[in-house]
């Protein structure tokens, strides 16, 4: 590892090395001689998830900063939607499986948004609206299978589930990140975030876009585009209209979003805003 900064102290990765080489005996076997940063039974206890939190901040940050990615577009979107052709794995009945297969619609232009962000990417040296994605299947495999369609690098956000979550094969490995916190995950998709685009999902996706509609709404983000694929889905599942007439939002908070059904719309929608 190259080292940044001259400094007489020994840095804690010769430190490591020789903790290392010490005889083994009793004493050194014990968990209590373990530095402390490397001692995995001690990182792990919850009077240290304020040093955790710290972390998953950091790391992902520095190493995004390190390949001197500015930007990002992001990919929200149901893990159980299929390819087009594909198994509906997650339909517990026939509804289910007959509306996930048509649903799979999304699957293809997920993909083809993802190529669209990547071609433009390249100008930047895919230092610019970069593909970011939860790293999962679904809507989210799409996303990064479209920037690897075109040879771009593409970011995937993985966080530990019991089930639905793993990364899937078409992110950057280097580039592919796990969470323990929903909350720092969260952090890292809106951080460099030029453009939001949801895709039909579940109780994940809406937590995520009701997040960002919040964080704009109240202006500690910057408005960017906030992209709704799916017409159809999305006036059925959110009634934005009935929260305004109600009061319970401002007249015109629905604004902040752009309903598409194709890619193309929507990137149309983001050339536009940025004046590419």
């Known amino acids: 590892?190259?080292?940044?900064?001259?400094?007489?102290?020994?840095?804690?990765?010769?430190?490591?090395?020789r903790a290392r080489s010490v005889p083994d005996t009793p004493q050194t076997r014990a968990s209590t001689y373990r530095l402390a940063w490397n001692d995995e039974e001690f990182m792990t206890?919850?009077?240290?998830?304020?040093?955790?939190?710290?972390?998953?901040?950091?790391?992902?940050?520095?190493i995004l900063a390190e390949r001197g990615i500015r930007s990002t577009v992001i990919?929200?979107?149901?893990?159980?939607?299929?390819?087009?052709g594909?198994?509906?794995?997650?339909?517990?009945?026939?509804?289910?499986?007959?509306?996930?297969?048509?649903?799979?619609?999304?699957?293809e232009e997920a993909r083809k948004f993802a190529r669209l962000c990547s071609q433009h990417s390249a100008a930047s040296y895919y230092r610019e609206f970069v593909v970011v994605t939860g790293g999962g299947p679904g809507v989210m495999e799409a996303g990064n299978r479209g920037a690897?369609?075109?040879?771009?690098?593409?970011?995937?956000?993985?966080?530990?589930?019991?089930?639905?979550?793993?990364?899937?094969p078409y992110v950057t490995p280097e580039l592919c990140f796990n969470f323990h916190y929903?909350?720092?995950?969260?952090?890292?998709?809106?951080?460099?975030?030029?453009?939001?685009?949801?895709?039909?999902?579940g109780f994940g996706t809406m937590d995520e876009f009701f997040e960002t509609l919040t964080l704009i709404?109240?202006?500690?983000?910057?408005?960017?585009?906030?992209?709704?694929?799916?017409?159809?889905?999305?006036?059925?599942?959110?009634?934005l209209d009935y929260l305004a007439e109600q009061g319970t939002i401002t007249p015109g908070d629905q604004d902040i979003i752009?309903?598409?059904?194709?890619?193309?719309?929507a990137w149309d929608i983001i050339r536009r805003f940025y004046t590419l």
């Open 148 to 168: 690897d369609d075109v040879g771009a690098p593409s970011i995937g956000l993985n966080i530990v589930l019991p089930h639905e979550q793993a990364p899937n």
């Open 45 to 62: 206890r919850r009077e240290l998830r304020p040093v955790r939190l710290q972390l998953e901040l950091l790391k992902p940050e520095m």
């Open 217 to 239: 709404q109240t202006g500690r983000m910057e408005r960017v585009p906030v992209i709704l694929f799916g017409k159809e889905f999305w006036q059925r599942a959110i009634d």
């Open 258 to 265: 752009d309903f598409v059904d194709t890619a193309d719309e």
């Open 86 to 107: 594909g198994e509906a794995w997650a339909a517990k009945n026939e509804t289910q499986k007959r509306n996930l297969e048509k649903n799979s619609r999304y699957y």
């Open 182 to 201: 929903f909350a720092i995950r969260k952090m890292h998709f809106v951080m460099r975030a030029k453009a939001v685009a949801v895709f039909p999902g």
């Open 75 to 84: 990919l929200f979107g149901g893990a159980r939607i299929p390819e087009p």
């Open 1 to 17: 590892m190259e080292k940044t900064g001259w400094t007489p102290l020994p840095h804690s990765d010769e430190d490591l090395e």
